[in-house]
Every structure is written in C-alpha cells, then in structure tokens.
T-cell receptor
C-alpha cells in the first residue's frame, strides 16, 4: 500500500462549481497536513496547512482532516478559472524534515 | 517577499555532460532540498541539506550529487547526464522547527538528449 494516495484526475468542472479533492494515507503518525497548489510551469506553493484533525477555512478554500479514517480533503467553493492547477497533498509526522507528497490532481475550471 | 531562485529555467544538455543546477534562497533557512517531478511519479526527494556542508540522501540520489558551501546556496550536480534524468527539478527551503511549509523555486526543466 502506498503511503499517500491521491487521484490524479484530471478533473474538469464549470466555473462556480464546488470542487472536492482528496487524499488517503496509511501512516497513522502523520499529524501535519498540507495542500500545495502548482500552476503550470511553476513550483508548488503552500495553500492550506492543518494540524491534526478538524477543519480549516480560508476564503473559498476549506481543508478537512479525518485522522480516524486517514483521509484529507480540500474543498473549493465558487471555483474560478484561476483555480486551474495541480493540487498536491502533503503530510508529515513532525519528527523530521521529510514531507510525503501525493502525486497531485490536475484541476481545470472552465469559464 | 520570500524567494527561492533557480538560476536556469530551461536547459538542454547532451548525454554524458556534467550539469549544474543552482538554487539560492533569501530566507536564511537552514534546510534545503532538491526534488525531481515527473508525470505519474509525483515529487521525489533527491537530496536534502540541513546545514552548510551537510547533506543527506533522499529517495533517489543515484546519479546525483550536491554541494552546499554557503547557507543560502544549494547546488545539484549531475556528473554524467543521462536521458532518464530528463525531468523538472525543484529546489525548496524550509526553516528549522517548521513542520510543513516548504518554499519552492519555479523549477528547472532539464532535457538530456
């Protein structure tokens, strides 16, 4: 079983749709959870950061962590064409430098 | 504004050439990383440095070496480039004690012919 699983998509939605992106993981020691956004031909940038279980909201973005199910989600409300990018989940147990990344989901929001 | 700068955005090299990829960060971060990113394989860690002159192998160090002579600069070296090293290379930095926020450069797209 891979440590982090993320559906690669591609995912194509109309403008204004609610988008749900997900990752599952196997390592119960993970307690820091992140979503990175990567535009085409650019490096990833941190979008959301969550510690342990629960929800975190930032504008149109909501990150959810369910540690009991080993499942994390990113919701995008009122999606915009500018949200078109690859979204990478990442996680860490906090003991060292190493982040474990999902392979990324390519999202296209059509005007 | 924090910045990680990779000196070359696009490079084309021939098999057997020595390749240097340079990365500079202006955030005084202790930790720096080199990843490669390939379709279907995601981000894979090549090397990591937690201090000047210190380095650790990541998941795929074969065929690569690194140099960190100054805190702000981390170089990735391909001693003898091969076609399977054609990839996007991403440099990142990270403050000690932080638990997740990597700052990435814009990437260096290397093609080996």
């Amino acid at each position: 079983q891979k440590e982090v699983e993320q559906d690669p998509g591609p995912l194509s939605v109309p403008e204004g749709a609610i988008v749900s992106l997900n990752c599952t993981y196997s390592n119960s020691a993970f307690q820091y959870f992140m979503w990175y956004r990567q535009y085409s031909r650019k490096g990833p940038e941190l979008l959301m950061y969550t510690y342990s279980s629960g929800n975190k909201e930032d504008g149109r973005f909501t990150a959810q962590v369910d540690k009991s199910s080993k499942y994390i989600s990113l919701f995008i409300r009122d999606s915009q064409p500018s949200d078109s990018a690859t979204y990478l989940c990442a996680m860490s147990d906090g003991s060292n430098y190493k982040l474990t990344f999902g392979k990324g989901t390519l999202l296209t929001v059509n005007p | 504004d924090v910045k990680v700068t990779q000196s070359s955005r696009y490079l084309v090299k021939r098999t057997g050439e020595k390749v240097f990829l340079e990365c500079v960060q202006d955030m005084d971060h202790e930790n720096m990383f080199w990843y490669r990113q390939d379709p279907g394989l995601g981000l894979r860690l090549i090397y990591f440095s937690y201090d000047v002159k210190m380095k650790e192998k990541g998941d795929i160090p074969e065929g690569y070496s690194v140099s960190r002579e100054k805190k702000e600069r981390f170089s990735l070296i391909l001693e003898s480039a091969s076609t399977n090293q054609t990839s996007m290379y991403l440099c990142a930095s990270y403050r000690q004690g932080n638990t997740g926020e990597l700052f990435f450069g814009e990437g260096s797209r290397l093609t080996v012919l």
